[in-house]
C-alpha cells in the first residue's frame, strides 16, 4: 500500500463518510470536522429498550459516533437473555439491564457517555423526552411503541397551514425481530406515518375462544390455556398467577397433561407450557444485529445528513433464503396522533372537571383517568398523590383561565382507553378552541382560521 | 455456570435439540477480524458452536477503536486476534475460543490443507484473487466458505459450497397434506362413517372441515364425470353450495371449509420443485451418494410405487373446529398412514442401501422418519465457484440487473464497483479514496477501471452512475460500524442455517445497499 502518512484518528472510517463531501446525500448535509463534533457534543439520542436489540443499538450507536445517549427499561436480566443481549453475563442475571448495558458500553468505548433508567417509559414525564434530538427503539411489545410514538408526536406542531413545522419533528427509529424476522422503520412524525397510522401492520393476537378450551380441546396448546386460564382460578381462589414463579408454571404443566391424557392429546411439554403461557416469542443474536444495524445506520443519517434515508420501512427475512423489502407506506390524514391534534371546541366556562369528563365520552378519545398538561405545566395530574393534591383545586376552574385566556391552544392528556378488553396508556394531543373569543365564531377554525 | 438449555431457550424454540446440537459440533474458522468478522462470530459465539479460531495479522491500531466493540485501548499495538478472540471467549465460556495471528493471505497461498480441519470458513475482507484460491482449498476439502465483506455503505455476503441439501426447511406458508380431493380408503370410509343429515346441530357444528370438505369433494366428483371443481365458475359453485348449508348451520366449521375449499382445488400429486429433486443426476446413487440422495432414490420409487403420485403423508393436521373425540380420531387416521408411509419407505431405504454396497442400518430410523414428514418441502442448494462467477458470470442475468433502473440498479452497480476497487487496488496499492488527497485522480482511475471491467464481461453499452463511482470513492474502504454489524449479523444467520441444515440459505451473492435499504441478491 502506498506510504502516505495518516494521522492516528479513532473515527478513521467514520470520518470517511462525515468528512468529505458525497453525491448521494440528505438534506442539509455539511461535512467537516465540526460535523463530526457537533454530532458527539449535541446530539443527544435516547435508546428505549435494552434487551436484544437495545444491547446492540447502544454499541452501533456509541460507534457511529454519538457520545451523548440515554438508555430507558424497566426489565432485569435473565438467563434467557444471554443467548443475544451480549452485554450481560451470568453473573448480571437479576440486575437492570438498562445499568448493566451502559455501564458495559462505557467500559469499553471511552469519550462515550451513557445514562440508564430503570423504570417505565410512562414514568417519565413528556419533558423528559423533549429532550433528546432522536429516539430509537428496540421494544417487543406494541403498547409500548405505540406509548413513545403518541409522546414523540405529540411535540409536532402544525404551521397555520397545518404543515408540519420541521423544528418540532421529533425523528423516530424503531426495530423488532421475531426469530429470523425483522423490520426496521423510520418516522419522521407529519412527514411519514407514524406507528398509529399503520396500526394494521401489527394485527392483534388470536385467542382461543374460552369454550374451545373448557368443552372441545384438540391441541396441546388448548390443554395448556385451560389450565391457565379456567382451572387455576377454579383452584386457587383468589391467588394471583405469577409466570415467572417455577412452582405456578409447573403446576400449570401438570394440569395440562392430566387433560390431555384424559382426551388423548398429544404433545403437551414443559418448554411448551412455558411458551404458550408466557407468549415467548423466539429471539436469536443475528436477527436483533441485523434489525439494530440497520436502525442506527439510519439515526446516523437522520441526524447528520449523511446519506439518504430508509423511506420508510424495511423488513427483513431469513428464514426462506433472504429477503429484504423496502415499503413506502403513507399517512393516515385522519391519524389522531400525528395529525394536527383532536379538534375540542368549548365554551369558556367549561370548567377542568368537565373538560376531564368530556374526554371520557369523546368518541375518538373514550379517554379515562386523564391528567392534563398545558405548554408543560401540569394543570391536572392523577398521580403520584402529592401531585394530584396540588393540582386538585385547578379542576373546579374554568379550563379557558387555565389555558391563559387564549383563544385557542394545545393541550396533552395522558390517561387509559380500553381497547379489546385491555386498559393501555394512551397520550393525546388536543387542539382546543374557545367559542366567542377574538371574534372566533363558532365552526370556523377546523381549517385553522 | 447456566443450565445451558435454559440459556438458549429462545433459540431452541427455533431450531431445537438437533440444529443446537449441531451447532455445538461445528469448528468455524474466522479470517481477519475487524468488525465484520468480529461481529459474524459475536452472534454464533452467543448461539453456542463448538469452537472458534480466530486468524488476523495485524495490530490493534488507534482506528480500529472507532469501530471495532471487541478491542478497547488496551488493546492498542497487540495482536487483534488475540484480543478480539479474548473478548469473545468472554461471552460464552462453553465455546472453544483460539487465535493464530498470521495473515490470512499467507495461509491462503502457504499452507492450504490447513483450512480442512474446519466445519466452516468465514472469510471477511478478502480481494477478489484471495476469494478464488480460498474456494478452491475449501470446496476441494468440503469445506462450507463464507465470505463477508463491508466496504463504506455497502457489503456483500456470498456463500461458496458445491451442494447444500436441506430435509428441514421450515418453510412459513407451506399447504398442508390433507389429501381432501385423494383421501385413501381409511380416510374415505371414515368420512363416509359420518352421516350429515342424521347428525343433531350440535354434533354437525363440530364435525371438522376436513369431513365436510371430503364428502363435499366426493358428492361433485361423481356428478361431474369423475372431475374435480377447475374452471373458476365450478370453483365458484362449489363454495356456494358449502355456504348453502352453513346459512342452514351457521357453524364455525362450514366457514372454515369455505376458508379451505381451495386445498379441495389444488392439483394431486407434487410440486415442479419436488419433480426436479427427484430428476437430478444425483438421485441415481451409487456408493459415493450421501445420504440424502439415497433416501430422494427411496422417495423416487415410493412415489411411481405405493405413493400413487403422492409423496409420503407428513401425518399432521392443522387444528380445526370439531369435537375433540372427531379430532383425535381423524389424527389418528393421517398418523397411522405416515406411520404406513414411513415404513414403505424405510424398507425402500434399507435395500438401496444394500444395493450400493453401504450398511443397510446406516441411516437411522429417525432420520428417514424426518426426511418423510419433510419429503415435499426438500431444498437443494448449488452455488457456482467464485472463480466461474467471476470470469463468466451468467451475462443475460447480469444485464437485466444492469438495465433495471428502479430497484437494483445501485445494488449491481455496488457489485460491479466492489470488484472495480479490488481490481483498483492491484494496479494502484490502494483502495480509491483510501487515503485523503489525489481524490480527482482516483475517481477517473475508478471509473476507467470500471469501465474496462464491465467491458470483460461483455457489458460493453452499460455505464454506472457518476454518483455511485464518486460514493465508492467517498467511502474509501472505510468498515463502518454500523454496516459491518450488518453485514455480519446476516453471514451469522446463513452460517447458522448452513450448520443446523435448518431453513433455506440464501442463493447467489448478497449485496448490501446501505443508501436506501434496497439491497439485492444478484445469481450470478
Known amino acids: 500500500m502506498a506510504e502516505t502518512v495518516v494521522q492516528p484518528s479513532r473515527s478513521r472510517d467514520l470520518d470517511k463518510l462525515l468528512l468529505r463531501p458525497g453525491n448521494i446525500i440528505g438534506n442539509n448535509f455539511d461535512p467537516g470536522q465540526e460535523l463530526r463534533d457537533d454530532l458527539a457534543e449535541y446530539v443527544k439520542v435516547l435508546v428505549v429498550g435494552a434487551g436484544g436489540l437495545?444491547?446492540?443499538?447502544?454499541?452501533?450507536?456509541?460507534?457511529?459516533?454519538?457520545?451523548?445517549?440515554?438508555?430507558?427499561?424497566?426489565?432485569?436480566?435473565?438467563?434467557?437473555?444471554?443467548?443475544?443481549?451480549?452485554?450481560?453475563?451470568?453473573?448480571?442475571?437479576?440486575?437492570?439491564?438498562?445499568?448493566?448495558?451502559?455501564?458495559?458500553?462505557?467500559?469499553?468505548?471511552?469519550?462515550?457517555?451513557?445514562?440508564?433508567?430503570?423504570?417505565?417509559?410512562?414514568?417519565?414525564?413528556?419533558?423528559?423526552?423533549?429532550?433528546?434530538?432522536?429516539?430509537?427503539?428496540?421494544?417487543?411489545?406494541?403498547?409500548?411503541?405505540?406509548?413513545?410514538?403518541?409522546?414523540?408526536?405529540?411535540?409536532?406542531?402544525?404551521?397555520?397551514?397545518?404543515?408540519?413545522?420541521?423544528?418540532?419533528?421529533?425523528?423516530?427509529?424503531?426495530?423488532?425481530?421475531?426469530?429470523?424476522?425483522?423490520?426496521?422503520?423510520?418516522?419522521?412524525?407529519?412527514?411519514?406515518?407514524?406507528?398509529?397510522?399503520?396500526?394494521?401492520?401489527?394485527?392483534?393476537?388470536?385467542?382461543?375462544?374460552?369454550?374451545?378450551?373448557?368443552?372441545?380441546?384438540?391441541?396441546?396448546?388448548?390443554?395448556?390455556?385451560?389450565?391457565?386460564?379456567?382451572?387455576?382460578?377454579?383452584?386457587?381462589?383468589?391467588?394471583?398467577?405469577?409466570?415467572?414463579?417455577?412452582?405456578?408454571?409447573?403446576?400449570?404443566?401438570?394440569?395440562?397433561?392430566?387433560?390431555?391424557?384424559?382426551?388423548?392429546?398429544?404433545?403437551?411439554?414443559?418448554?411448551?407450557?412455558?411458551?404458550?403461557v408466557k407468549n415467548i416469542i423466539p429471539a436469536i443474536a443475528s436477527t436483533n444485529a441485523i434489525v439494530s444495524a440497520a436502525c442506527a445506520l439510519e439515526a446516523l443519517k437522520i441526524t447528520t445528513g449523511c446519506s439518504k434515508t430508509l423511506s420508510n420501512y424495511l423488513t427483513y427475512n431469513g428464514a426462506e433464503g433472504l429477503h429484504t423489502k423496502v415499503t413506502e407506506f403513507v399517512r393516515d390524514k385522519d391519524c389522531l396522533v400525528c395529525g394536527p391534534g383532536v379538534l375540542i371546541e368549548l365554551e369558556t366556562s367549561v370548567t377542568l372537571q368537565k373538560f376531564i369528563d368530556l374526554l371520557e365520552k369523546h368518541p375518538d378519545l373514550l379517554l379515562s383517568k386523564a391528567s392534563v398538561t398545558h405548554q408543560g405545566s401540569s394543570l391536572y395530574m392523577q398521580a403520584p398523590p402529592v401531585l394530584e393534591e396540588m393540582t386538585r383545586s385547578n379542576l373546579n376552574l374554568p379550563l379557558f383561565d387555565l389555558m391563559g385566556k387564549t383563544s385557542r391552544g394545545t393541550i396533552h392528556v395522558t390517561g387509559t382507553t380500553s381497547k379489546n378488553d385491555t386498559k393501555t396508556s394512551v397520550l393525546r394531543k388536543l387542539r382546543v378552541f374557545f367559542k366567542g373569543v377574538d371574534g372566533v365564531t363558532d365552526m370556523d377554525m377546523a381549517g385553522g382560521a | 455456570m447456566a443450565e445451558p438449555k435454559t440459556k438458549y431457550d429462545r433459540q431452541l424454540r427455533i431450531w431445537g435439540d438437533q440444529g443446537q446440537a449441531a451447532l455445538e459440533k461445528a469448528s468455524i474458522c474466522l479470517l481477519n477480524c475487524g468488525p465484520t468478522g468480529s461481529e459474524t462470530l459475536k452472534n454464533l459465539v452467543l448461539g453456542g458452536v463448538g469452537s472458534i479460531t480466530v486468524i488476523d495479522g495485524s495490530k490493534v491500531e488507534l482506528g480500529d477503536l472507532g469501530n471495532n466493540f471487541m478491542v478497547d485501548e488496551s488493546c492498542v499495538g497487540q495482536s487483534k486476534a488475540k484480543c478480539v478472540c479474548a473478548f469473545l471467549q468472554e461471552l460464552n465460556d462453553a465455546v472453544k475460543a483460539k487465535f493464530i495471528e498470521e495473515y490470512p493471505v499467507t495461509l491462503i497461498e502457504t499452507n492450504p490443507s490447513f483450512f480442512s480441519q474446519f466445519t466452516l470458513v468465514v472469510a471477511t475482507q478478502l480481494m477478489e484473487d484471495s476469494m478464488v484460491k480460498l474456494d478452491r482449498i475449501c470446496r476441494e476439502a468440503n469445506v462450507i466458505l463464507i465470505f463477508a465483506r463491508s466496504y463504506g455503505l455497502t457489503g456483500l455476503v456470498r456463500i461458496s459450497l458445491k451442494e447444500h441439501t436441506v430435509v428441514e426447511s421450515k418453510p412459513d406458508h407451506f399447504l398442508d397434506d390433507l389429501r381432501l380431493n385423494n383421501p385413501w380408503p381409511e380416510l374415505k370410509s371414515f368420512a363416509e362413517s359420518i352421516d350429515l343429515d342424521a347428525q343433531d346441530p350440535v354434533a354437525l357444528r363440530h364435525t371438522p372441515y376436513v369431513v365436510l370438505l371430503i364428502k363435499m369433494a366426493e358428492q361433485w366428483v361423481k356428478s361431474h364425470g369423475g372431475s374435480l371443481p377447475s374452471t373458476r365458475e365450478e370453483k365458484k359453485e362449489f363454495k356456494e353450495l358449502l355456504k348453502a348449508r352453513m346459512v342452514a348451520l351457521d357453524g364455525d366449521n362450514y366457514k372454515e371449509a369455505i376458508e379451505a375449499s381451495f386445498k379441495v382445488f389444488a392439483p394431486r400429486g407434487i410440486s415442479s420443485d419436488l419433480q426436479q429433486i427427484l430428476n437430478d443426476s444425483c438421485a441415481e446413487v451409487d456408493s459415493n451418494s450421501s445420504d440424502f440422495w439415497v433416501m430422494v432414490a427411496a422417495l423416487k420409487e415410493f412415489i411411481s410405487n405405493e405413493g400413487g403420485g403422492e409423496a409420503p403423508l407428513e401425518g399432521s393436521i392443522p387444528d380445526m373446529t370439531s369435537s375433540t373425540e372427531l379430532y383425535v380420531n381423524l389424527q389418528n387416521i393421517y398418523q397411522a398412514k405416515a406411520e404406513a408411509d414411513f415404513l414403505v419407505i424405510e424398507q425402500r431405504v434399507r435395500n438401496i442401501l444394500k444395493k450400493i454396497g453401504k450398511d443397510p442400518l446406516s441411516i437411522s430410523k429417525t432420520t428417514i422418519k424426518s426426511f418423510c414428514r419433510n419429503a415435499r418441502k426438500l431444498k437443494v442448494c448449488r452455488y457456482r465457484s467464485i472463480e466461474n462467477e467471476i470470469n463468466s458470470p451468467i451475462l443475460p442475468e447480469l444485464q437485466k440487473y444492469l438495465t433495471d433502473e428502479d430497484y437494483s440498479s445501485t445494488a449491481v452497480g455496488f457489485y460491479i464497483l466492489l470488484r472495480a476497487v479490488d481490481r483498483f487496488a492491484a494496479n494502484y496499492n490502494s483502495f480509491p479514496g483510501q487515503f485523503d488527497g489525489g481524490m480527482d485522480e482516483d475517481i477517473s482511475r475508478l471509473k476507467t477501471t470500471a469501465v474496462g471491467l464491465l467491458s470483460d464481461l461483455g457489458c460493453n453499452g452499460s455505464t454506472l452512475t457518476e454518483d455511485l463511482i464518486n460514493e465508492i470513492c467517498r467511502f474509501g474502504a472505510s468498515e463502518l460500524h454500523a454496516v459491518s454489524a450488518f453485514i455480519g449479523g446476516i453471514a451469522s444467520q446463513e452460517v447458522i442455517k448452513l450448520i443446523t441444515r435448518q431453513f433455506v440459505p440464501m442463493p447467489g451473492t448478497f449485496i448490501f445497499n446501505g443508501i436506501d435499504h434496497k439491497s439485492q441478491i444478484l445469481s450470478l
Not at chain 1, 423533549?130 to 406494541?142: A, C, M, Q, T
Not at chain 1, 410514538?149 to 421475531?178: H, Q, W
Not at chain 1, 391441541?219 to 415467572?244: N, Q, R
Open chain 1, 54 to 276: 437495545g444491547c446492540e443499538l447502544l454499541k452501533d450507536l456509541a460507534l457511529s459516533g454519538f457520545k451523548k445517549l440515554e438508555v430507558i427499561d424497566m426489565d432485569t436480566i435473565e438467563v434467557t437473555n444471554l443467548n443475544r443481549q451480549f452485554l450481560f453475563r451470568f453473573e448480571d442475571v437479576g440486575k437492570p439491564k438498562a445499568e448493566v448495558a451502559a455501564k458495559r458500553v462505557m467500559e469499553r468505548i471511552s469519550g462515550v457517555n451513557i445514562k440508564p433508567h430503570y423504570c417505565r417509559i410512562e414514568e417519565k414525564d413528556i419533558d423528559f423526552y423533549s429532550d433528546f434530538s432522536i429516539i430509537v427503539l428496540g421494544l417487543d411489545s406494541i403498547e409500548a411503541r405505540s406509548y413513545i410514538n403518541a409522546v414523540a408526536c405529540s411535540f409536532l406542531e402544525y404551521d397555520s397551514d397545518d404543515k408540519p413545522r420541521d423544528e418540532t419533528m421529533k425523528p423516530l427509529v424503531d426495530g423488532g425481530t421475531e426469530g429470523f424476522k425483522g423490520h426496521a422503520r423510520v418516522i419522521m412524525p407529519g412527514v411519514t406515518p407514524c406507528f398509529e397510522c399503520t396500526i394494521w401492520l401489527f394485527p392483534p393476537q388470536v385467542k382461543f375462544p374460552l369454550c374451545t378450551l373448557a368443552e372441545t380441546p384438540r391441541t396441546a396448546a388448548h390443554c395448556i390455556e385451560y389450565a391457565h386460564l379456567i382451572k387455576w382460578d377454579e383452584v386457587h381462589s383468589g391467588k394471583t398467577f405469577d409466570p415467572d414463579d417455577p412452582e405456578h408454571m409447573k403446576w400449570i404443566y401438570n394440569e395440562a397433561v392430566k387433560r390431555a391424557e384424559l382426551f388423548g392429546i398429544p404433545g403437551v411439554t414443559y418448554s411448551l407450557t412455558q411458551g404458550v
